[in-house]
């Protein structure tokens, strides 16, 4: 009996089919990935009420800094702190030489000593904030590009700095007033509204300064060229009204030396310690103008330096 040979099953020829590979995720920039895991550009520069907080939290970084330059300042010396009041009177006596008794522009202007020696004194806290503002970025690029932290605290400090040695100055200012018969009187309160004004229009223009200093460092160069120039046109030396009341000038002349800041606060600063000074001599809304300028400056030269702030000390 023959075998028979039992069919072989057909042979499936449909294969399972594999499982399509998944689409590769999108790239990220840079900038995405960073953001995604909470990362910041080092340096970038804070938005402008963080940044205020900022130079807010430093306060006391500020105050020891400036403190720190003026003790500094002249510690090689013999005299030592001594030149904080001596540097500003033998300027004045040099003025007084040239200007007052060579020149002749104390002949009609009262207690012209003292009405100098003020001038002075309110000058040189003006001229030398802005000098040292002029190389706050430039000088210190060790310290900028070494810590961080906003960067309108130096010449913040410096303006500060300079304010300290005006009041070392002002010591020698109340004893030349007394020497010369000029009384104690309640408008001598008028000096505090008058150097806060003042100090809010130096540190701006500071700011200012910085910032084109630290582009430009040769500014440092040309800077006293252009405040010695300031200087003679804004009544340091002798008084604005006089020359006014009896020269022919032009009205915008009149308005540029009348409206001119550092000749705005000098005379203010007058106006409160010498009696002999009197409102009439003083421009129209001084206290207006004040105020601008130092808005003007303070708030303008804030946020100028601001916007700069992540370019300091890059190279």
């Not at 004194?121 to 070494?146: E, K, N, P, Y």
């Not at 120039?229 to 308005?255: A, C, E, F, N, R």
Request: contains cysteine.
């Amino acid at each position: 009996m023959s075998s028979r040979a039992l069919p072989t099953p057909p042979t499936a020829t449909a294969h399972a089919q594999a499982p399509a590979p998944a689409p590769a995720p999108p790239t990220e920039s840079p900038a995405q990935l960073a953001a995604r895991h909470g990362l910041s550009v080092s340096g970038a520069r804070p938005s402008l009420p963080e940044y205020i907080g900022q130079l807010w939290a430093r306060r006391h970084f500020i105050t020891a800094f400036a403190t720190a330059k003026l003790t500094a300042q002249y510690s090689q010396a013999k005299l030592g702190q001594v030149w904080q009041v001596a540097n500003p009177l033998l300027n004045a006596a040099v003025y007084y030489f040239i200007f007052g008794v060579l020149m002749g522009t104390s002949r009609g202007v009262p207690d012209y000593i003292p009405f100098l020696v003020t001038g002075v004194f309110v000058w040189t806290f003006t001229q030398s904030s802005i000098m040292a503002g002029t190389r706050a970025i430039s000088g210190s690029l060790g310290l900028v590009r070494a810590l961080h932290f906003p960067r309108a605290a130096l010449p913040v400090s410096y303006a500060l700095q300079q304010l300290q040695q005006l009041l070392f100055s002002m010591a020698a200012l109340v004893v030349i007033l007394l020497a010369f018969g000029v009384p104690v009187s309640a408008s001598w309160l008028l000096i505090v509204p008058t150097l806060t004004l003042q100090f809010m229009f130096n540190a701006g223009v500071a700011m200012i300064m910085a910032r084109v200093g630290a582009k430009t460092p040769d500014i440092s160069q040309l800077m006293p060229f252009v405040l010695r120039t300031w200087m003679y046109v804004s009544g340091v030396m002798w008084s604005i009204d006089k020359v006014l009341s009896h020269q022919d000038l032009p009205h915008w002349v009149h308005l540029l030396l009348q409206c001119n800041p550092a000749a705005v606060y000098i005379d203010l600063m007058r106006f409160a310690l010498i009696d002999s000074f009197h409102a009439s001599q003083l421009p129209h809304h001084v206290w207006a103008l004040a105020l601008g300028w130092a808005l003007l400056a303070g708030v303008g030269g804030f946020i100028y330096f601001w916007k700069a702030e992540e370019t300091y000390g890059r190279g």
